[in-house]
């Protein structure tokens, strides 16, 4: 594609060289660059790419996309100077690889919890629609039945939208994607076109990398300014910022709610530990779900699908049988009575609704062991709210090691620790070691109760020192269960 053509969007400051050259690919990655790319150069949190500019020349790239030229261009070498690279880079990718976004229906989640059960299950549901679609999401993004690792929750803008790009080539209809609030603040989603955009929940996530709760807000209220006037916006009514985030949206508002008038609502009949009895819109349906969260989280589904045209009957129909998302609540028996429940929550907001969930099928019969701890190298002031949670909904508490990261566990452990008096001090106990503290929950658990293990859910490794180990919570609870 001609350089000239993927500028389109840009507005240069200034120029240097021929910009009627072919452009091979597009790289913000200067180890990835190939013979005739363009490198952009992007100013990141841990490193600024103007440094690999020589890099990615000697490596064949023949024009740069750049905030600062460098002192000696290099001849044959075309510069682009601009204001923020940032800015540009998802224009450029989207040019590059033909708008993708244009002819996809792509429907982005944000917000603090449910994305990726939402995204997931409305992947799943339109493919038993019969659609062929595609899934961007923390734990895997797809293109119909290809699953394609993802490192983060919304990939960089050039991956992004060579993504999309195959998924048109695939024939996708539909495409569902997480937008995390990281994502939007950095631009990774400029220059996508949104059919629509869900809107769960906001609670305290991400303040080592936002500062405040208000700029993480505005991060993700930023997703429903830039949606255009043909898509929809569902927003949940339930939450209090949730007409906050689509004061000034150009979209069509729609809202949800189990508890307020929307236009869309559901309430719960009758819970147990295999699923749910919802009324929704005056339905009633089972559901392989259970707790208040994913009555919402469901909802938030169910208003999609209506706002892309399905009918009620068609996507109630799907959904009794849509099944619980991988880590996700996922309850484990065992033969001696008790459930362990594997779950990803890792904010002390997805703890409390967890434990509530947990709480509403007990009723008050048997006891809640929670074994929890809380990431390294990320936001500390969640810790102890963490620690505090897990006691105020549980009979016993195992604190112990997340992914410490570069941090040292007991120090993680010891902030948690911080959060609770003597009194609460007397429910817990803190084990460094995750497996030793797994299979500590195994003995103490009697016929009739709940062991809550959270913070990990889908993911398979623990990360130490920038190593990940290969670490499953599910594997280590069933290898405790069977043994015991």
Do not use: W
Request: with cysteine.
């Amino acid at each position: 594609m001609v350089l000239n053509n993927i500028l389109k969007d840009v507005r240069p400051l200034h120029i240097i060289g021929n910009v009627e050259i072919e452009v091979t690919g597009v790289n913000i990655d200067s180890r990835r660059v190939k013979e005739g790319n363009l490198f952009i150069a992007m100013k990141g949190t841990q490193m600024d790419g103007h440094q690999f500019i020589g890099k990615a020349i000697e490596l064949g790239a023949r024009s740069v996309l750049c905030e600062e030229i460098p002192q000696n261009p290099v001849d044959g070498v075309t510069y682009i100077q601009v204001t923020s690279t940032e800015d540009a880079v998802g224009k450029v990718a989207t040019q590059f690889y033909g708008d993708p976004s244009k002819k996809l229906k792509l429907v982005g989640v944000t917000g603090t919890n449910g994305k990726t059960t939402i995204a997931t299950l409305l992947y799943n549901m339109f493919r038993k629609f019969g659609y062929k679609c595609g899934l961007i999401s923390t734990v895997c993004n797809y293109i119909e039945d290809e699953e394609i690792p993802a490192d983060h929750t919304t990939p960089d803008p050039v991956e992004l939208n060579f993504l999309l790009h195959r998924m048109v080539e695939a024939g996708c209809e539909y495409v569902f994607m997480e937008c995390s609030s990281h994502a939007i603040a950095q631009k990774r989603i400029g220059g996508l076109t949104f059919t629509g955009g869900i809107f769960t929940n906001l609670t305290r996530d991400h303040l080592d990398y936002h500062k405040t709760f208000e700029n993480y807000r505005d991060a993700k209220k930023a997703f429903f300014d830039g949606l255009p006037k043909t898509a929809f916006a569902i927003t949940n009514a339930d939450d209090k910022n949730g007409m906050v985030m689509v004061q000034n949206t150009k979209a069509t508002i729609k809202t949800y709610s189990t508890r307020v008038m929307a236009d869309f609502r559901a309430k719960i009949l009758e819970c147990h530990f295999d699923g749910m009895y919802l009324e929704i819109d005056g339905n009633e349906i089972g559901v392989q779900f259970i707790g208040k969260f994913n009555v919402s989280n469901l909802l938030a589904v169910y208003s999609t699908a209506r706002m892309l045209g399905k009918k009620t009957e068609d996507i109630l129909l799907v959904m009794s049988t849509l099944q619980s998302v991988n880590g996700r609540l996922e309850p484990i028996r065992s033969p001696e009575g008790y459930t362990a429940v594997i779950d990803y929550a890792h904010t002390p907001d997805a703890l409390e609704n967890v434990l509530n969930a947990i709480h509403e099928v007990l009723n008050g019969k048997g006891q809640v062991i929670t074994v929890c701890g809380a990431g390294g190298n990320r936001d500390k002031g969640k810790r102890p709210l963490m620690a505090q949670e897990a006691v105020k909904q549980s009979d016993k508490v195992i604190i112990t090691s997340d992914n410490p990261r570069f941090e040292d566990p007991q120090d993680i452990i010891n902030d948690m620790l911080a959060g609770l008096n003597a009194q609460q001090m007397k429910k817990v106990i803190s084990i460094v070691d995750r497996k030793e503290a797994i299979r500590t929950a195994c003995m103490m658990a009697q016929k009739g109760d709940v062991i809550l293990i959270a913070g990990k859910g889908h993911e398979d490794y623990q990360e130490i020192k920038g190593v990940k180990h290969h670490f499953d919570d599910k594997e280590i609870v069933n290898q405790f269960i069977m043994h015991n």
